[in-house]
T-cell receptor
Framework: AQSVTQLGSHVSVSEGALVLLRCNYS??????LFWYVQYPNQGLQLLLK??????LVKGINGFEAEFKKSETSFHLTKPSAHMSDAAEYFC?????????????FGKGTHLIIQP | EAEVAQSPRYKITEKSQAVAFWCDPI?????LYWYRQILGQGPELLVQ????????DSQLPKDRFSAERLKGVDSTLKIQPAELGDSAMYLC??????????????FGPGTRLTVL
């Protein structure tokens, strides 16, 4: 079965600093990988996804992630943090049906932006 | 912009009572998912529908939980009787069958359940 590990339940950065949220996965087949963002008492919004092809994926709000098969990682980055980026971030994997089946999520990383 | 609708947004109930949550997916989305998100955790899949058929309910506690999608459109998730450990956010998501966004799940705002 697949699994997702997000290192760091809380990450704090200063406004304007680099954001790095770590995600490692385990999967028996080539995975489909996703990053979602969740604001308080709201549903999840897709930031970006990796399916096939280019391993560097660009998403919304200036975020990007790189799929590294050798490291089984899919870390999320943003060059310059903004106060509005403060939220909960979830990494997810699907290794069945090309993303058609239910996702397996990590426990989430709470991103705190210091002014 | 099309969205997944859920109601109610918040529900408070006492243990041993029955509760029900409703989800209306994006029009035309054949696949519908129910997830449970315990506070401080990531969502966990409870059940997946393809049209009106259950595709995966392996993680659904069937002694107290039930889900249906009778006409292959909207769906209801029921808990009877509710237990304290059921307090969580219940999220509904839907996915298109074909075309752009095929492998993207769109999430609703969720129903926050509190069991007292």
């Amino acid at each position: 079965a697949q699994s997702v590990t997000q290192l760091g339940s809380h990450v704090s950065v200063s406004e304007g600093a680099l954001v790095l949220l770590r995600c490692n996965y385990s999967s028996s087949v080539p995975p489909y990988l996703f990053w979602y963002v969740q604001y308080p008492n709201q549903g999840l919004q897709l930031l970006l996804k990796y399916t096939t092809g280019a391993t560097l994926v660009k998403g919304i709000n200036g975020f990007e992630a790189e799929f590294k098969k050798s490291e089984t990682s899919f870390h999320l980055t943003k060059p310059s943090a903004h106060m509005s980026d403060a939220a909960e971030y979830f990494c997810a994997v699907s290794d069945k049906g090309g993303g058609a089946d239910g996702l397996t999520f990590g426990k989430g990383t709470h991103l705190i932006i210091q002014p | 912009e099309a969205e997944v609708a859920q109601s109610p947004r918040y529900k408070i109930t006492e243990k041993s009572q029955a509760v029900a949550f409703w989800c209306d997916p994006i029009s035309g989305h054949a696949t519908l998912y129910w997830y449970r998100q315990i506070l401080g955790q990531g969502p966990e899949l409870l059940v997946q529908f393809q049209d009106e058929s259950v595709v995966d309910d392996s993680q659904l506690p069937k002694d107290r939980f039930s889900a249906e999608r009778l006409k292959g459109v909207d769906s209801t998730l029921k808990i009877q009787p509710a237990e304290l450990g059921d307090s969580a956010m219940y999220l509904c998501a839907s996915r298109a069958a074909l075309g752009q966004g095929y492998n993207e799940q769109f999430f609703g705002p969720g129903t926050r359940l509190t069991v007292l």
